[in-house]
């Protein structure tokens, strides 16, 4: 059974950061290119930052120098270090495993439960 469970979302003021986590089983996470998405209240679910099996980062334009992917395949689990947080930055951050790095919701093959991130000015 494929499970990915996040961790690390929380409640901080603007400037801040905040870690998440996703640690995946069930599956071969090396092989899989790994995402995290985001979705705010009443908004579509949107991409936020991808590594794929190289440990190459790709950053939606919304993140790009704040937040920073990376992946322990030793440990099946992947990060996002989200520095700088702003209000704007609210949402649930979900991470996600595709066979081929798309950035697309419904290319997806697995989804986390989410993890809650708030950002207060």
């Known amino acids: 059974q494929v499970q990915l469970v996040e961790s690390g979302g929380g409640s901080v003021q603007a400037g801040g950061s905040l870690r998440l986590s996703c640690t995946g089983s069930g599956y071969r996470f090396s092989r899989?290119?790994?995402?995290?998405?985001?979705q705010a209240p009443g908004k579509e679910r949107e991409f936020s930052a991808l590594i794929n099996t190289y440990d190459d980062p790709t950053y939606a334009d919304s993140v790009k120098g704040r937040f920073t992917?990376?992946?322990?395949?030793?440990?099946?689990?992947?990060y996002l270090q989200m520095n700088d947080l702003k209000p704007e930055d609210t949402a649930m951050y979900y991470c996600a495993a595709a066979k081929a790095c798309s950035r697309r919701t419904h290319l997806i093959d697995y989804w986390g439960q989410g993890t809650q991130v708030t950002v207060s000015s």
Do not use: A, P, V
């Not at 992917?69 to 099946?76: E, H, L, Y």
């Open 32 to 38: 899989y290119c790994m995402e995290w998405f985001r």
């Open 69 to 78: 992917i990376s992946r322990d395949n030793d440990k099946n689990t992947l």
